[in-house]
């Protein structure tokens, strides 16, 4: 049994007995659709399209095959796949053969995914062949032959290069497992809602192994809450238009796969690729993230598109700016829904579809979802009054039940193991009357010029109201005399002629205090980001450092 490391027998049966925690598991909800709708399609891409009986039995078959090979109850399966069919059908077959799924983002190379091999020991490892010119078998054989005393797991690929000794993914779908082996001892396999059936990976901030426990039960309600407070049906069609492996993608996928909806899936997050599928498969729900979001509002030809299909957007994984959602509102002619989560605590709050305006679109996050607990403390962790700021501590039934394999760093983060634990989000918020988050910045990112403090986050949300402004990220930098000093990166829009200077005298004329004006302003065509697609600070810190000692 995957055991989650931070939550005793006591407290999961609380759970369960609360009904916070469903007898229901994604396995279940998915079989409920291959009997209710056999016929009704269930997911898309550019290559596949399936109905939820092909969905059924192609997910047996691959999590007998699985079985076949000889992996038993809770090994791991290391997965590395590009957004598509192939990669939800992976996860429903390792629920089914209850194997436990750990999957890197598409986008890591050696230097990621060689720690975190080393560090999960995995027994199986699945890639895709190639993606976009990057060949992740050569990779991979790199990483293996760096250890030779690590036992060597089962490697799948795939894709139509599949060397020596490695299995075709394709054939395992196809192929009769062995006969021993019958369908039915799937029921005794999968997963169920006390244990964690899923890792959710990140290199971290300082590029050790950052591995999370999603247990099956958190997976489920987090699913349904979001699901409820935006009014989504099994007639909606959700496009997974972020990379599922990663909070906004994964959230999608958590949705559409209880309700039932049909998911359509890309692998390439290019705007015009994704403004077509939702015109072409008459998206309804789509979830994403800023960052992408961002692409489609800056679309030379976006008014060509008919995106009347689309209802509500969902954004998580990054800060949704105001200035943003509005203009996504009045450009997509849709309800914008901002949401916040974490690894460790999977997705805390989410707007609602029937909010006001000034929630939706004001910098709120909206409210915390079903069994999720929140408080405000200060440096002394006392409870903040109401109206103050404080650092956001979550805990709660759909949340992650701690880091996989590290007993010690679980105990640090949520302060201590069971009910009585509280994970430390380390993020600075405001909540309203109505229980209504609004994000400040991160703890550590507050800069502090002179003894004042500068949150981040609001220089960031008055830049992107000037008209020339798409992104902007404010940062802190060392300063002889007063410590530190903000540091502003912008990227203007398409097309425009700018200076920085201008920049300098929008934030004034916004009268603010003096103090939070950047002491510098730097155009990007792009910023370096995170795994999470987050912006990486630290490395706009470097280069803000490299630019001034070459001016020096």
């Known amino acids: 049994m995957s055991k989650p490391t931070r939550m005793p027998q006591e407290m999961v049966r609380e759970y369960l007995e ?13 079989e409920r659709h291959a009997t209710d709708v056999p016929d009704g399609e269930a997911m898309s891409d550019r ?20 079985l076949d090979l000889g992996l038993k109850r809770d090994d791991l399966v290391l997965i590395q796949l590009p957004n598509g069919v192939e990669n939800l059908l992976v996860r429903i077959a390792l629920k089914k053969a209850g194997l436990l799924a750990a999957f890197a983002p598409i986008m890591w190379r050696q230097s990621e995914m060689g720690p975190m091999f080393r560090y999960l020991d995995p027994k199986a490892v699945l890639l895709v062949d190639e993606f976009r010119g990057f060949d992740y078998l050569e990779m991979m054989a790199s990483i293996r032959d760096e250890d030779r005393s690590q036992a060597q797991p089962h490697l799948l690929v795939s894709g139509d290069r599949v060397p020596a000794g490695a299995i075709s993914l394709n054939d395992l779908m196809q192929r009769r497992a062995d006969p021993e082996i019958r369908p039915d001892c799937l029921d005794q396999t999968r997963y169920g809602p006390d244990e964690v059936s899923l890792l959710s990976l990140s290199s971290g901030s300082t590029g050790e192994p950052k591995v999370c426990e999603w247990p099956e039960g958190a997976q489920v309600l987090i699913g349904s809450g979001i699901a409820s407070r935006l009014k989504l049906t099994r007639e909606d069609v959700v496009g997974i238009f972020a990379p599922v492996g990663g909070g906004a993608g994964a959230m999608a996928w958590l949705i559409a796969a209880q309700l039932g909806c049909r998911m359509v899936l890309s692998e390439s997050m290019a705007a015009e690729t994704i403004l077509e599928l939702i015109e072409r498969e008459r998206v309804s729900f789509m979830g994403t993230v800023p960052a992408i979001l961002l692409r489609l509002l800056e679309h030379p030809d976006l008014s060509r598109y008919d995106l009347s299909s689309l209802r509500v957007i969902r954004t998580g994984t990054a800060a949704l700016l105001p200035s943003v959602a509005q203009e996504a509102e009045a450009k997509l002619g849709c309800v914008m829904a901002p949401a916040y989560g974490s690894m460790e605590t999977v997705s805390i709050a989410q707007a609602a579809l029937d909010d006001p305006r000034e929630i939706r679109l004001g910098g709120s996050v909206g409210r915390a979802l079903p069994g999720i607990e929140v408080k405000l403390v ?4 006392q409870e903040v009054p109401a109206g103050e700021v404080g650092e956001l501590w979550v805990r709660g039934p759909g949340t992650s039940s701690g880091y996989f394999r590290d007993l010690e760093a679980t105990r640090r983060a949520w302060g201590e193991l069971g009910r009585e634990g509280w994970f430390r989000t380390g993020d600075l918020a405001g909540i309203d009357a109505q ?11 507050v800069i502090i010029r002179g003894g004042n403090k500068v949150h981040p986050a609001e220089i960031e949300s008055i830049l992107c109201r000037h008209p020339k402004v798409l992104e902007a990220a404010v940062v802190g930098v060392p300063h002889p005399v007063l410590g530190e000093v903000p540091c502003a990166f912008v990227i203007p829009r398409t097309g425009v002629d700018v200076v920085p200077e201008e920049f300098d005298a929008f934030l004034r004329s916004k009268n603010i ?27 706009l810190v470097q280069r803000f450092l490299s630019v001034r000692q070459a001016k020096e």
Do not use: C
Not at 18 to 28: C, E, K, Q, Y
């Open 513 to 539: 205090a003096s103090y939070k004006i950047p002491e510098e302003v730097l155009l990007m065509d792009e910023f370096p980001r995170l795994d999470s697609n987050k912006v990486n600070r630290l490395d």
């Open 47 to 66: 290559q596949s399209r399936l109905t939820w009986a092909q969905v059924k039995n192609q997910s047996d078959l691959l999590a007998l095959g699985l």
């Open 18 to 30: 609360r009904g916070l925690w469903s007898p229901d598991t994604m396995v279940r909800a998915l």
């Open 378 to 381: 200060d440096e002394t962790n």
């Open 435 to 445: 229980g209504n988050l609004s994000l400040l910045g991160r703890k550590k990112q």
